[in-house]
């Protein structure tokens, strides 16, 4: 059985850093991109970061560029969101994604979900 588990959310205040990781087993997304969703209270869920299966390709949603993040291991097992300088309207539940993507990761359909783990920023 393929599983994604985040972990790593919590509260914090503003201008703080969180690390999200995301353990995968079942399978190797090896030659998939892998990326991060977030959905913000009473809103849609959102793109928020991805990275290509070579690891060599980053694309983020704008306003998270130069804060966060986005890395993967070298055994293309697990994922990770590096986020700094927290923003309260980084507030969301974060959901690891993995699925087929292009080279460079402007491009990405998810298939495989992760739970969610929920991050909240005060002011």
């Known amino acids: 059985q393929v599983r994604l588990e985040e972990s790593g959310g919590g509260s914090v205040q503003a201008g703080d850093s969180l690390r999200l990781s995301c353990a995968v087993s079942?399978?190797?997304?090896?030659?998939?991109?892998m990326g991060w969703y977030r959905q913000p209270p009473g809103k849609e869920r959102e793109f928020v970061a991805a990275?290509?299966?070579?690891?060599?390709?980053?694309n983020y949603k704008e306003s998270v560029k130069g804060r966060f993040t986005i890395s993967r291991d070298g055994a293309k097992k697990n994922l990770y969101l590096q986020m700094n300088n927290l923003k309260p309207e980084d507030t969301a539940i974060y959901y690891c994604a993995a699925g087929p993507g292009n080279n460079d990761a402007t491009w990405f359909k998810p298939n495989y979900w992760g739970q969610g783990t929920q991050v909240t920023v005060s002011s």
């Open positions: 990275i290509s299966w070579s690891g060599g390709y980053t």
């Open positions: 079942g399978r190797t997304f090896s030659r998939d991109t």
